[in-house]
């Protein structure tokens, strides 16, 4: 937290420790997700069990006022829920090194837990949906990827997983958006697969103009202004750059101009102007 | 600029159904950090100032 573990001109910084245990994956699988966290939630949530129910809602309650707010300023909101897949999960609260050991070590153990929690997290993030008003969620994977792991291991516990919440969510009329940072160029044939209706994010380290070699005609491509660009490029390097992608990503349609990940903290402001200009000016070459 | 001829939600959309819409629809992905820094608030106020967060981000 900058100002209080930070120094206080950071920006907020994930601290990743091992919440659950080993054993923590057969609990998992016996109880399901939902009943596992209302039993250990203060392993995930250091308030007192009678709060935790008030703090969800009022965290809630904030994202629904701030959805209200933009659309009074005529600014659309999209994102009505979020969840993880389940390898992005347990490598966040097992970390990553602990994690992959785990996958070798020990996978049926693995593969149970995860087998048990991927209907709660489809259910939860469409109630989520609910409560918003927005039929999209994002998928956040940012692990499961060839730069991780090898194809053997993406398709045992992550690309199973990822096509069934993203079907299980369109078939309810929700737009998944599969926000895949890190470098998934060797999966993207996978992506072919997933259902009509989705949007692959890519943050600039998978190739797009691969994506849109193998995707297009079949998904909707969104992407990917890197960070870099953005903070330390010039408003006529970032032009240039949108226009190659409208021109080659855009053809045909289906694509979406967009930062690579998220707007970086240090982004030159007449850099993200040129990217939302570049879109308004720029016709596609068709 | 080029003519609009849709709404934005429908120019997302028509990216989603895999059409041509009227142009390429931009969504850079948002947190409010970006917004704060360039209003001149430090980390800790970008988290724990929500009024002050939310009032950058709507102006920027």
């Not at chain 1, 072919?192 to 998904?219: H, N, V, W």
């Not at chain 1, 007449?270 to 000016?281: G, Q």
């Amino acid at each position: 937290m900058p100002g209080i573990d930070l120094p206080r001109d950071s920006i907020l910084q994930h601290d990743e420790r091992e919440i659950l245990l080993p054993e923590d994956y057969d609990l998992i699988a016996d109880l399901g997700w939902n009943a596992f966290a209302e039993k250990c939630y203060s392993k995930f949530n250091p308030r007192p069990a009678s709060k935790i129910l008030e703090w969800g809602e009022r965290q809630t309650a904030r994202y629904i006022d701030d959805i209200r707010l933009w659309n009074e300023h005529g600014v659309p909101v999209y994102k009505g829920g979020e969840a993880f897949s389940p390898l992005m999960f347990f490598s966040m609260f097992r970390t990553l090194e602990q994690f992959t050991f785990d996958l070798y070590r020990r996978p049926d153990r693995v593969e149970a837990a995860m087998d048990a929690l991927v209907e709660d997290f489809i259910q939860d993030a469409i109630e989520e949906t609910k409560l918003t008003g927005l039929p999209w969620v994002m998928l956040v994977l940012e692990r499961g990827g060839c730069f991780d792991y090898p194809l053997k291991i993406f398709e045992r516990f992550e690309w199973k997983y990822i096509k069934k919440m993203t079907e299980a969510w369109v078939k309810e009329g929700i737009t998944p958006l599969l926000h895949l940072d890190q470098d998934w160029t060797l999966n993207l044939p996978y992506f072919r697969d997933l259902p009509m209706g989705c949007i692959c994010e890519f943050d600039s380290c998978t190739d797009i103009f691969k994506a849109k070699e193998i995707l297009g005609g079949k998904q909707c491509i969104m992407g990917d202004v890197r960070a870099s660009l953005q903070t330390h490029g010039t408003p006529e390097e970032v032009a240039e750059y949108c226009t190659q992608l409208i021109d080659v990503v855009g053809k045909g349609g289906g694509f979406i101009l967009s930062s690579g990940c998220y707007v970086p903290v240090d982004a030159k402001f007449e850099n993200v102007r040129a990217m939302v200009d570049c879109a308004k000016t720029h016709t596609p070459a068709q | 600029m080029t003519k609009e001829a849709m709404t934005s939600l429908e120019r997302v959309q028509a990216a989603i159904n895999l059409e041509v819409p009227d142009r390429v629809p931009v969504l850079p992905l948002q947190t409010c950090y970006f917004a704060c820094r360039y209003k001149g608030l430090d980390g800790y106020e970008m988290v724990k100032e929500r009024e002050r967060a939310s009032r950058a981000h709507l102006e920027v």
